[in-house]
T-cell receptor, first 113, second 113 residues
């Protein structure tokens, strides 16, 4: 079975400071891992995707994530937070291309001026 | 290029009624997946359609059914609505071949009274 655990339900940072959103995964297969962002009243937008190529994945809007198999982690980072980054972030796992997506419970990121 | 569009945006129903939600996939996409997102939770996979057939199904009762049309658009039907069916219903489209990324619509907010 596959699952993801997002270790923080809420994260608060000041604008201009680094962001770290933590995700651990469990999978009996070599997984595909994703981070999606959801702004209020908007659909889910893909930030980045890992599919067994480079372990450090760069995404949109300055976000990146590192796949660490030994730690079964896929944490999302950004060097400098912007007010527009305030949203709900989901860590997602799937077994293979075309497979269903399994979402974590989400992390709400607040950015203070 | 239109993304994934869903209709209606909001819907209010009473217990026991039936509801139909609609989804038009992103241009060129042939696969449609449906997800249910309860308040404060991550989306949960309902089912996926490809070539007008249900290809995968999540842990949802038979009250949830779907359809895919030859133009790849899709419907989600829910019968005998329960209060617990109140949620945001998200449609995602993707390509069965090639780079596998699911693109999400903004969702339909269903309230069951």
């Amino acid at each position: 079975a596959q699952s993801v655990t997002q270790l923080d339900s809420h994260v608060s940072v000041s604008e201009g400071t680094p962001v770290l959103l933590r995700c651990n995964y469990s999978s009996s297969y070599s997984p595909s891992l994703f981070w999606y962002v959801q702004h209020p009243n908007k659909g889910l937008q893909l930030l980045l995707k890992y599919t067994s190529a480079a372990t450090l994945v760069k995404g949109i809007n300055g976000f990146e994530a590192e796949f660490k198999k030994s730690e079964t982690s896929f944490h999302l980072t950004k060097p400098s937070a912007h007010m527009s980054d305030a949203a709900e972030y989901f860590c997602v796992v799937s077994r293979y291309n075309t497979d269903k997506l399994i979402f974590g419970t989400g992390t709400r990121l607040q950015v203070f001026p | 290029d239109a993304g994934v569009t869903q209709s209606p945006t909001h819907l209010i129903k009473t217990r026991g009624q039936q509801v139909t939600l609609r989804c038009s996939p992103k241009s060129g996409h042939d696969t449609v997946s449906w997800y249910q997102q309860a308040l404060g939770q991550g989306p949960q996979f309902i089912f996926q359609y490809y070539e007008e057939e249900e290809r995968q199904r999540g842990n949802f009762p038979d009250r949830f059914s779907g359809h895919q049309f030859p133009n790849y658009s899709s419907e989600l039907n829910v019968n005998a609505l329960l209060l617990g069916d109140s949620a945001l219903y998200l449609c995602a489209s993707s390509l069965a071949e090639g780079v596998y990324i699911q693109y999400f619509g903004a969702g339909t907010r269903l309230s069951v009274l």
